[in-house]
């Protein structure tokens, strides 16, 4: 598949009303499988995963010789969607030196005496870098949301409790914290790992009954499901308010993890290369100094 098509599939253009039942968690490019026996096509997932690889190495490399731009990939999930799989595999690809990635939980005490974007900044990729949040401050405005008893302190002195208007001025906060960053030479990229409550079932029986897989099971996520219709409503009012010309969310069909890695390692290319990056050039004066230098090393 053509990269265009991909993006243009899953982007979420800004301004029109966003509604998460138009995005299919079980999509697979069906069109171009149809046809293929199982093995095939998961020959063929493999070999898109690792091309992707490599190109995304070479778009990183170039990022950080340039040394101008940053990249914010940000991804939002329910548990079991893929995320720390998706990191796993997009990191496998780049530069250690290039990349960070910052896991955000409940907040400390310290960090809710700020604003709520204030511990988000502390971790914002410089340039050159590529950083990955794996939650952001959109959990403000999502497990938030679904639990504005969370709130506590960050309540604004002159509002009694959370209502619409709240939550309508943290989307605009946050837009205007992006376009800050944006205009300041980061590149945003936002994932929302689209999984079904079906297959998120699933995930979470394997991670009870696999003795392996027992360490990711946290009681909350149970609890947390059981608030599934909120979240994606929290979701669906926070993707649709937040999905800007300069920050672009990406609603990536996650029950099949192949797809969602493919999908991310894409976005994440595609975005690198369309910017106007090079390998900085060599000066006549620094041309002169590197042919001394071999010289030298050469007679030695
Ligand atoms: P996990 O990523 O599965 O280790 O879980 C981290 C937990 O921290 C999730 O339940 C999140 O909802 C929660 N969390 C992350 N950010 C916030 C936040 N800003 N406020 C409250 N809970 C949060
Ligand atoms: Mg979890």
Known sequence: MIRKDII????????????????????????????????????????????????????QSLLYADDRYAVLVVLQAMDAAGKDGTIKHVMSGVNPQGCQVFSFKK?????????????????????GRIGIFNRSYYEDVLVVKVHPGLVGRQLPRE?????????????EDINAFERHLVRNGTVILKFFLNVSE??????????????EKNWKFSPADLAERGHW?????????????????????????????????????DVVTTAIRGLDLKYPDVTPDQRKLLDEARAKLAAE
């Not at 490019?29 to 493999?46: C, F, H, P, S, Y």
């Not at 509002?159 to 208007?165: D, L, N, Q």
């Open 8 to 59: 243009d599939l899953f982007r979420v253009p800004p301004g029109k009303k966003f509604r998460l039942k138009d995005h299919n968690p079980g999509w697979k490019q069906t069109d171009e499988l149809e046809g293929l026996g199982k093995d095939a096509v998961k020959e063929r997932a493999k070999e898109t995963l690792e091309r992707n690889l490599a190109d995304l190495a070479e778009a």
């Open 198 to 211: 079906d297959e998120q079932k699933r995930r979470l029986l394997e991670r009870l009954q696999r003795p």
């Open 159 to 171: 509002k009694e409790k959370p209502g619409k208007a709240f939550w309508e001025d943290r989307y």
């Open 107 to 127: 907040p400390s005490a310290e960090e809710l005496d700020h604003t709520f974007l204030w511990r988000y900044t502390r971790c914002l990729p410089e340039r």
């Open 229 to 265: 219709d909120d979240y994606m409503a929290a979701y669906e009012d926070a993707i649709g308010a937040t999905s800007t010309g300069w920050a672009p969310w990406y609603v990536v069909p996650a029950d099949h993890k192949w797809v969602t890695r493919a999908v991310v390692a």
